[in-house]
């Protein structure tokens, strides 16, 4: 492990181990540990933080994608409009559903969606569109609003954004130990715009029944477990400050100078830094510079969804997607958490100064 970690979750949660252990203490001495009244409690709290009527806890992010994809009615046939720039999920749970991934080319800027690109492959066979609010940035998407299609955010990496769960009438988010707000463990959400989808998800999570002895649906054994629902209680009282943390931590690499070295993530209001990704030409060697100094760095996508061995039958080829194929060759995430220390930050820009002035 490197001496400075590309993330530090326990530096997040560190403080708050008394207050973690009396929660589970109160899970263990209630027995009840399926469907409790932690996860009851989460789900109104999570609701109410997000802005949205109803909210469904559920195993893990990817089985938040396939429930809601099944609560939308998409399977063989369909088509869902996604980025090949993001994480496996996204496009995995598309085809679990038997379903077309239909990749769209991304915003050099934003690295999110180009939504005239998703507009151009639209057909009478596009079912849904799956926007991901990438690295923390909340896509805006009254543009594709327009388009009369259902929306589904994956909003894995972007618990607590600025706009976030506002237009899709259902959002995905992943707890997965290294998110903005995050578990002890796995763990996922759907936030519903719509009580009838929020009601046909919490029947699919539990085998498709209310009260295990009559089953209405083919379902899921997904959900969220109440020990972690207790602890995510906990930690949703502190999202906030965290990610406000995470934004002061982005500002300070820009006033380090970063800048002058390679292309920053433009900020914006919403933004919540589920990851510091960077962009250059040189990313190669600012990493072999970072790995030579003992601090953590990741390049994510490298080989983008639509280039995946297991997405071959989709029939995409190298050169179809080229901003997403530069993004995938140029990004870089730095270290980013909430409260990283400013002489880590100092640290990490100086390194990668050092291997810019080498290379001048």
Same mark, same amino acid.
């Given at each position: 492990?490197?001496?400075?970690?590309?993330?530090?979750?326990?530096?997040?949660?560190?403080?708050?181990?008394?207050?973690?252990?009396?929660?589970?203490r109160?899970?263990?001495?209630s /027995?009840?540990?399926? %469907? +409790?009244?932690?996860?009851?409690?989460?789900?109104?709290? &999570?609701?109410?933080?997000? #802005? !949205?009527? *109803?909210?469904?806890?559920?195993?893990?992010?990817?089985?938040?994608?396939?429930?809601?994809?099944?609560?939308?009615?998409?399977?063989?046939?369909?088509?869902?409009?996604?980025?090949?720039?993001?994480?496996y999920?996204?496009?995995?749970?598309?085809?679990?559903?038997?379903?077309?991934?239909?990749?769209?080319?991304?915003?050099?800027?934003?690295l999110?969606?180009?939504?005239?690109?998703v507009?151009?492959?639209?057909?009478?066979?596009?079912?849904?569109?799956?926007?991901?609010?990438?690295?923390?940035?909340?896509?805006?998407?009254a /543009?594709?609003?327009e %388009? +009369?299609?259902?929306?589904?955010?994956?909003?894995?990496? &972007?618990?607590?954004?600025? #706009? !976030?769960? *506002?237009?899709?009438?259902?959002?995905?988010?992943?707890?997965?130990?290294?998110?903005?707000l995050?578990?002890?463990g796995?763990?996922?959400?759907?936030?519903?715009?719509?009580?009838?989808?929020?009601?046909?998800?919490?029947?699919l999570?539990?085998?498709?029944?209310?009260d295990?002895?009559?089953f209405?649906?083919?379902?899921?054994?997904?959900?969220?477990?109440?020990?972690?629902?207790?602890?995510?209680?906990?930690?949703?009282?502190?999202?906030?400050?965290w990610?406000?943390?995470?934004?002061?931590?982005?500002?300070?690499?820009?006033?380090?100078?970063?800048?002058?070295?390679?292309?920053?993530?433009?900020?914006?209001?919403?933004?919540?830094?589920?990851?510091?990704?960077?962009?250059?030409?040189?990313?190669?060697?600012?990493?072999?510079?970072?790995?030579?100094?003992?601090?953590?760095?990741?390049?994510?996508?490298?080989?983008?969804l639509?280039?995946q061995?297991?997405?071959?039958?989709?029939?995409?080829?190298?050169?179809?997607?080229?901003?997403?194929?530069?993004?995938?060759?140029?990004?870089?995430?730095?270290?980013m958490?909430?409260?990283?220390?400013?002489?880590?930050?100092?640290?990490?820009?100086?390194?990668?100064?050092?291997?810019?002035?080498?290379?001048?």
């Open positions: 492990m490197p001496e400075i970690p590309l993330v530090d979750v326990k530096a997040q949660y560190e403080r708050l181990i008394p207050d973690i252990q009396e929660r589970l109160e899970v263990l001495d /027995g009840v540990f399926i %469907l +409790g009244p932690n996860v009851k409690a989460f789900e109104r709290e &999570a609701a109410e933080h997000l #802005g !949205v009527p *109803r909210t469904v806890g559920v195993a893990n992010g990817t089985d938040a994608l396939v429930l809601a994809l099944d609560a939308l009615g998409i399977g063989p046939g369909d088509e869902v409009i996604c980025p090949s720039f993001t994480f999920a996204t496009a995995e749970a598309i085809a679990r559903r038997g379903a077309t991934p239909v990749f769209a080319d991304i915003d050099p800027a934003t999110n969606l180009d939504p005239e690109d507009a151009a492959r639209v057909t009478e066979r596009t079912r849904a569109l799956m926007p991901v609010h990438l690295f923390g940035r909340v896509m805006p998407l /543009g594709l609003a %388009l +009369g299609v259902p929306i589904l955010e994956d909003a894995a990496q &972007a618990f607590g954004a600025e #706009g !976030v769960a *506002r237009l899709g009438v259902l959002s995905t988010f992943s707890f997965f130990p290294t998110k903005n995050f578990a002890l796995d763990g996922g959400l759907i936030a519903a715009n719509d009580e009838e989808l929020a009601d046909r998800i919490t029947l999570r539990f085998h498709g029944s209310k295990k002895k009559d209405e649906a083919v379902g899921y054994n997904s959900r969220l477990d109440e020990l972690q629902a207790a602890v995510l209680r906990l930690f949703l009282g502190e999202a906030d400050g990610n406000g943390a995470r934004r002061e931590a982005a500002a300070r690499y820009e006033q380090l100078g970063l800048g002058e070295l390679c292309e920053l993530p433009p900020d914006e209001p919403g933004h919540v830094y589920h990851m510091y990704v960077v962009r250059s030409p040189e990313r190669d060697r600012f990493a072999e510079a970072l790995a030579a100094a003992e601090i953590g760095h990741a390049s994510y996508y490298v080989t983008p639509h280039l061995p297991a997405l071959r039958y989709l029939g995409w080829k190298e050169g179809s997607l080229p901003e997403t194929e530069r993004a995938a060759r140029e990004n870089l995430a730095l270290p958490w909430a409260g990283i220390p400013a002489e880590t930050q100092d640290r990490v820009v100086a390194t990668i100064r050092e291997a810019a002035a080498v290379r001048a």
